[in-house]
């Protein structure tokens, strides 16, 4: 018996602007056994076919997969990964010998909601976001391996954290695929240790390539203060556009050994990077006036979810402020939001409230955001999470 999902009336006109989701609120009722991460067909009341997706308990119900009655199959995943890789070929992040590391699958912006696929040298990390991808995760491995041929490897499965808790799926990080100890990956001309194992989100932070190729190059002569440093992305990339001196801060110690271990294997011995582990707001406070005139912001996500909003637009407030009651005369603010419930609008306000507060005057040089490999399906704009803005600072 077919699994069917069947929407309330007036519930479908979402799916006819192509919006990739379906909240359990549309659903009139369920026909068939329907198991969490199966793929189900989605009817209007009166029998027409609107979609195909995979089923899951909670607000989001439905993922679409396709509005066109097809088999889900590895011949599906085969074509969309292939269309995947083609937009990163043309957008001239993949194949080319200064970098080796890039996004293949943005969920939504790639077609594909509820996975996440990086590329690192010759290991793929795969991530799943929705049990209807865990489900599906060999499959995909296998199309994955078709379309990449010899330039991957190896495939790791990094979905611990990412997969929804109630699902109760056991999940452990691990390789499907071949196996590797390469960790590091090339970007920009850069190398980078890759903590696919135990770090955050799948590794590194690729989404800020475009961002830290910029801060580089307002970097010459500038004394560097990069909080929530992490791998220390932007600290390598200040060095290279020849910081005067460069400090990372995070209240991790892994992420301080990274960090270090990064700038040795770009900068042996270079005495100008100095690390700390420390608490951002604590390091911000103690730190004398003017110590600095080129500062990046780039926190974990304050906001998860719109509940955590009000708090978190505080937080973006109060952590600018510090930025610039302390910055020096002349100061570059590179400050960011990685909150999805955060629009741009709403960060712009917190860090203008900051300025204000700080009484410092104020232009925007540039507003950043994703790079091209972290692509927004324009029927799912909720997919823009990453907004930033480069400040001078009078």
């Not at 997706?53 to 989001?60: A, E, K, V």
């Not at 996004?103 to 990390?125: C, F, K, M, W």
């Not at 926190?299 to 978190?312: G, I």
Request: glycine fraction near 8%; proline fraction near 3%; charged fraction near 25%.
């Amino acid at each position: 018996m077919s699994k069917l999902i069947i929407l309330r009336k007036g519930k479908e006109d979402s799916l006819g602007r192509f919006h990739p989701w379906i909240f359990s609120g549309a659903i009139h009722h369920i026909e068939g056994d329907v198991k969490e991460g199966d793929i189900v067909e989605v009817l209007s009341i009166d029998g027409r076919f609107l979609a195909v997706g995979h089923w899951q308990i909670g607000s989001i119900a439905v993922r679409v997969l396709s509005f066109k009655r097809q088999k889900i199959d590895v011949a599906f995943w085969q074509k969309r990964l292939a269309a995947a890789l083609d937009v990163r070929k043309s957008i001239g992040v993949a194949e080319t010998t200064d970098n080796n590391m890039y996004r293949l699958v943005h969920g939504e912006g790639d077609n594909l909601p509820g996975l996440i696929i990086d590329i690192y040298g010759s290991t793929a990390v795969m991530q799943a976001h929705s049990v209807g991808m865990h489900v599906s995760r060999m499959q995909i491995a296998e199309a994955l391996k078709a379309v990449m041929g010899d330039s991957v490897k190896s495939i790791y499965y990094k979905s611990e954290t990412t997969l929804p808790f109630k699902a109760s799926l056991g999940q452990e990080n691990g390789f499907i695929l071949g196996e590797s100890n390469d960790d590091v990956a090339i970007e920009n001309g850069l190398k980078f240790h890759i903590d696919w194992l135990k770090g955050q989100k799948t590794g590194f932070f690729v989404d800020q390539r475009e961002n830290r190729a910029l801060l580089e190059k307002y970097s010459r002569g500038r004394k560097v203060l990069n909080m929530f440093c992490y791998t220390g992305g932007f600290s390598v990339y200040a060095m290279r556009g020849g910081a005067e001196l460069v400090h990372s801060v995070d209240s991790s110690a892994k992420a301080i050994e990274l960090v270090n271990a990064n700038v040795e294997l770009n900068f042996p011995g270079d005495i100008r990077h100095k690390s700390f582990a420390e608490d951002a707001f604590r390091f911000l406070d103690d730190m004398p006036d003017g110590a600095y005139d080129l500062i990046i912001l780039d926190p974990p996500a304050f906001a998860k979810h719109k509940d955590a909003l009000k708090n978190a637009l505080r937080g973006y407030t109060k952590l600018n402020v510090k930025a610039f009651e302390k910055m020096q005369p002349g100061g570059i603010l590179f400050t960011f939001s990685c909150s999805q419930a955060v629009n741009k609008d709403q960060f712009r306000t917190a860090v203008f409230t900051a300025a204000a507060m700080a009484k410092r005057k104020v232009r925007i040089l540039h507003q950043l955001h994703q790079p091209a490999d972290h692509p927004i399906n324009i029927y799912h704009p909720e997919g823009e999470y990453l907004k930033g803005l480069v400040l001078y600072v009078e």
